[in-house]
């Protein structure tokens, strides 16, 4: 394998001894479950032969292209490296952790997997780039909300794709932020994180449609994007305290703003509500 993209390699399960060839060298190592190796790009051609492997071993190789390296460091505001050279610890724990999500996660295609995929990813490269020498923004320390028009603009267009969710990529790509940053100034203005702000604005359309329309709840929840009836009912029950056979039976004819979800102040404790709520 030409070695044109940064590598990763994740032992998931069991143990093995590998020959790496490389650069005209043989390296010969025992890799551990769990383990992680990281092999920076240098364009030269690399052999990975597995010798003595334990039953049932299994490993996960992650490649990750330059080019990606440099957008996502200018998108967190990160001085420009021309190339990562130096290697981490096989025990680095960031980097486990974050390849150990990868693994699970990556045959899923549910939104709160693809939300901790999205983070995984982001926290590992940011992780790679610090080992080499990048600094960028402390976000962390960021305790603002969004403006009031773009928190509007972020819930309109939510609200319009409901049934199949923007994912967390997109809602990034329309304000112009890193996920961990989008995602930090969400909670910090709504109380909640995208997968269950999408579930509460769910439940706020589906509040019009049980008290308006004689639709069939389990076409109304799959009409919203919930994967299931079971899920539908759930999330109602959770977010408005009574199931959503209820909620129609009993505020069909008082409209919909007789009883309302409130999910950010039953969800989350009032020390932390947010300073503004879209409705």
């Known amino acids: ?20 060839k490389h650069g005209g060298r043989e390296d010969r190592f025992r890799v551990d479950a769990g383990t992680v190796r990281f092999c920076p790009a240098d364009d030269d051609y690399h052999t990975l032969i597995g010798r003595r492997c334990e039953p049932g071993h299994r490993f996960y190789m992650l490649l990750i292209p330059r080019g990606h390296l440099v957008q996502l460091a200018d998108t967190e505001g990160v001085a420009a490296v021309p190339d990562l050279r130096h290697s981490v610890s096989a025990h680095d724990a960031v980097l486990t952790a974050c390849m150990r999500t990868l693994s699970n996660v990556h045959q899923h295609l549910d939104e709160a997997s693809l939300e901790r995929r999205e983070s995984a990813a982001l926290s590992l490269i940011l992780r790679l780039l610090s080992k080499n020498g ?17 928190l509007d603009g972020l819930v309109e267009y939510l609200d319009d794709h409901l049934q199949i969710a923007p994912s967390l990529q997109e809602m990034c790509v329309r304000v112009g932020m890193s996920p961990s940053h989008f995602g930090r100034k969400l909670r910090q203005s709504t109380g909640l994180s995208l997968h269950r702000f999408i579930n509460y604005r769910r439940i706020r359309k589906s509040l019009r449609i049980l008290t308006g329309e004689a639709t069939a709840l389990k076409c109304i929840g799959a009409a919203l994007g919930f994967s299931s009836h079971s899920h539908f009912t759930r999330t109602f ?43």
């Not at 923004?137 to 909300?145: I, L, T, Y």
């Not at 977010?239 to 039976?249: D, E, N, Q």
């Open 134 to 150: 990048w600094k960028g923004p402390d976000w962390q320390n960021d305790h603002s909300v969004f403006p009031r028009r773009t």
């Open 237 to 279: 029950t959770e977010l408005t305290g009574m199931a959503p056979v209820k909620y129609r039976k009993q505020f069909k004819r008082r409209g919909p703003r007789s009883h309302s979800c409130s999910a950010p102040q039953r969800l989350r404790p009032a020390s932390e509500r947010p300073q503004h709520r879209p409705t």
């Open 1 to 20: 394998m030409r070695q044109a993209a940064h590598a990763l390699i994740y032992t998931a399960r069991g143990k093995a001894d590998v020959l790496w």
